[in-house]
């Protein structure tokens, strides 16, 4: 075994206390942050010495300890105990009956300040779940720290996810935002959806405000989405037609999440293929691809799809597509295909289409006969604008938001006002 792999592992054995255990497996993995930056980590899977004759079959035995470190800051990621039993030795233990023991270890194990960086979300007895944040103020993307103990007060859980910025990958300044100065957009950001309901298996036609961010001087907005892809994304809205289908058949491939990566990559800190653009070649090779699935799976269907993005993960390139003919539904038809990152080639696919037939099965929608300027008198007054700090790649900085949103709806067919989160 490589002595740097080792090292970090003995460091690991001796800090959780796994005198105890031995390795039964172990990998490198990398993955890119939102700011571009590939980050390698050791995967260990800590096996109890009293399993030595487990079958290795990919399962973990009760008490297995999986730890995931950080292999140049040697700081861990993520530490679960199976089944949340522990049978570590004068590892890792917390005094149940102070909270503060445990924002202490955050803050020594985490390089973060509670208040600055992380703030408790909720807690029950032996659980911990806190939030990212910057001076308080929410984050987008968000992240998460969770931690969990045994009655003994012995470490089960730690999992930490998120980017917690730098103070320079911040843009501080006052926030001076209100319903006041937003209300031009409050009422663009109404729209009326089919929105079913899986209590009462029938779809109501409801008013309902679609999220966004505001920009902290009210001039511009950024869409409510996942950005944790945008280090590599690209934005298309192209629709996709052809003359002739293809009669041939696509064979689904299985897909490869983990990576071979080698010891000398990882600590030469190698960048990961998934922080470089899709370049203009590769973007036309795999519009080519997607056209070429889409004449075998979807013959009939030249012109009714829009390839709207392509982003890297792990070695393939995924492609989102939308249909060109959209309910107005909260769930909207998507297909997502997964390309070879190096040939190219189509390997697999998701597409939704499954799950938004379940709701062919529900009640119809009743007539809508309230108007949007109707539903927005009734709803005015329950709007929220939150400061967020949210991250935007295009300047690589966290900037000051509002974001609008509200929690309730407006029934068109009888003009109720309804709680979102009870249908």
């Known amino acids: 075994m490589d002595n740097k792999i080792q090292k970090l592992m003995d460091i690991t054995k001796s800090k959780f206390g796994l005198e105890n255990y031995y390795i039964g497996r172990h990998r490198l993995d990398r993955r890119v942050t939102i700011f571009n930056d590939t980050v390698y980590t050791l995967c260990m899977e800590w096996f109890p010495n009293h399993t030595k004759d487990h079958e290795d079959d990919d399962s973990n ?27 570590a030795d004068h590892g890792v233990e917390f005094d149940n009956s102070d909270k503060n023991d445990i924002f202490k270890w955050l803050e020594i194990e985490t390089d973060l300040k509670n208040g600055r960086h992380f703030q408790l979300q909720k807690e029950k007895e032996g659980e911990f779940h806190f939030k990212e944040c910057i001076d308080g103020v929410d984050v987008s993307p968000s992240g998460y720290i969770d931690i969990k103990m045994n009655e003994e007060g012995k470490l089960t859980l730690f999992s930490i996810h998120g980017q917690f910025p730098s103070k320079d990958s911040v843009k501080e300044e006052k926030y001076t935002l209100s319903l006041e100065k937003v209300k031009h957009l409050a009422e663009d950001q109404l729209q009326l959806l089919d929105y079913p309901s899986f209590e009462k298996k029938k779809r109501f036609p409801i008013y309902a405000v679609e999220e966004i961010y505001i ?35 696509f064979q689904r491939k299985e897909i490869n999440w983990l990576e071979d990566i080698s010891v000398e990559q990882a600590f030469s800190r190698e960048p990961s293929p998934e922080s470089f653009p899709i370049m203009m070649d590769e973007q036309e ?20 799809w829009i390839l709207k993005s392509m982003h890297r993960d792990k070695g393939y390139i995924h492609a989102t597509l939308r249909h060109k003919n959209q309910t107005v539904s909260v ?56 400061p967020f700090y949210v991250y935007e790649a295009a300047v690589k900085q966290y900037l000051l938001c509002g974001k609008l949103d509200c929690h309730y709806g407006v029934n068109a067919s009888t003009g109720e006002v309804i709680a979102l989160d009870d249908l």
């Open 331 to 386: 769930f909207q038809r998507k297909l997502k295909c997964m390309m070879n990152g190096k040939n190219f080639e189509v390997v697999n696919f998701m597409d939704n289409k499954p799950m938004l037939e379940m709701f062919d099965q529900f009640q119809e929608p009743d007539e809508g006969t309230i108007t949007k300027e109707e539903a927005f008198e009734k709803l005015k007054d329950l709007y929220e604008l939150k």
């Open 61 to 87: 035995p009760e008490g297995t300890a999986v730890i995931e470190m950080d292999i140049h800051s040697e700081k861990y990621r993520s530490v679960i105990f199976v089944m949340g039993k522990t049978y």
């Open 215 to 249: 920009t902290n001087s009210g001039m511009s907005t950024i869409p409510f989405e996942s950005r944790e892809d945008a280090k590599s994304m690209i934005q298309l809205d192209q629709t996709i037609t052809w003359d002739q289908p293809l009669q041939e058949t």
């Open 285 to 304: 090779h795999c519009l080519a691809a997607v056209k070429d699935f889409l004449r075998k799976e979807y013959r009939d269907e030249s012109g009714e």
